[in-house]
């Protein structure tokens, strides 16, 4: 299982960002998966995640209406689209297939 995250930055306050995540090494569109994110001196935080057979989304309460997941089963693609980002949302992101599997995380820095 290999899963790889990219399009962290650095951003104001109310901008945007589009994180991705490549995934291989298994089946893709079999399988649930998930953004979580770990906040500067705090634990990990569950962010969103998207199932496999509909599509159905779900998000912590923190983001929703600013962030969406999306997949792209067919190029085995993971997106995270942040709009309307605040300072709080700094935090290196984390790609996840279940529990069990990471990628190497992208930084997202919400700062004037």
């Known amino acids: 299982v290999q899963l790889v995250e990219s399009g962290g930055g650095l951003v104001q306050p109310g901008g945007s960002l589009r994180l991705s995540c490549a995934a291989s090494g298994f089946t893709f569109n079999k399988n649930w998966m998930h953004w979580f994110r770990q906040i500067p001196g705090k634990g990990l935080e569950w962010v969103s995640s998207?199932?496999?057979?509909?599509?159905?989304?779900s998000s912590a309460d923190s983001v929703k209406g600013r962030f969406t997941i999306s997949r792209d089963n067919t190029n085995n693609m993971l997106y995270l689209q942040m709009n309307s980002l605040k300072s709080e949302d700094t935090a290196l992101y984390y790609c996840?297939?279940?529990?069990?599997?990471w990628g190497q995380g992208t930084q997202v820095t919400v700062s004037s």
């Open positions: 998207i199932y496999n057979g509909n599509g159905r989304t």
């Open positions: 996840a297939l279940g529990v069990s599997h």
